[in-house]
C-alpha cells in the first residue's frame, strides 16, 4: 500500500510558478514509477509527467514540455512537480500517482492516488 498527499496548489498569476509535492507513505516508494495528471472541470483526467522509479528519465506531456520539471528524492518519499511559465489553460486540480514499475501516460496504469491539489492561473 502506498499513500499519497499533495501539496502546493494555489493562485498564480500568468507566468508565475510553482512547485508541487506528493510525500508517499508505505513500502518500497523508490520501485514505483510516479505520474503527475491533471483534471480540469468538464474535461477528462490527462497525463502531465511521469518519473521512473530511479529519477533518471522524464516524460512530460507536449502541452508542458520546457516549462514543467519532475523530480523525485527517494530518501524523503517525495515526488515534485516544478511548473514555470504557467498558463491559464494550466488551471486544474492535479494529482499523483504511483505504479509499481510500470511507465505509463494511461491513467488506468496507476494503482495508487493523492486526493489532489488546485492550481489555478488567472489571467
Known amino acids: 500500500q502506498v499513500q499519497l498527499v499533495e501539496s502546493g496548489g494555489g493562485l498564480v498569476q500568468a507566468g508565475g510558478s510553482l512547485r508541487l509535492s506528493c510525500a508517499a507513505s508505505?513500502?518500497?516508494?523508490?520501485?514505483?514509477?510516479m505520474g503527475w495528471f491533471r483534471q480540469a472541470p468538464g474535461k477528462e483526467r490527462e497525463f502531465v509527467s511521469i518519473i521512473t522509479w530511479t529519477g533518471t528519465n522524464t516524460y512530460y506531456a507536449d502541452s508542458v514540455k520546457g516549462r514543467f520539471t519532475a523530480s523525485r528524492d527517494n530518501a524523503k518519499n517525495t515526488v515534485y512537480l516544478q511548473m514555470n511559465g504557467l498558463k491559464s489553460e494550466d488551471t486544474a486540480v492535479y494529482f499523483c500517482?504511483?505504479?509499481?514499475?510500470?511507465?505509463?501516460?494511461?491513467?488506468?496504469?496507476?494503482?495508487?492516488w493523492g486526493q489532489g491539489t488546485q492550481v489555478t492561473v488567472s489571467s
Open positions: 508505505g513500502r518500497a516508494f523508490s520501485s514505483y514509477t
Open positions: 500517482a504511483a505504479s509499481y514499475k510500470l511507465i505509463s501516460t494511461f491513467s488506468g496504469s496507476y494503482d495508487y
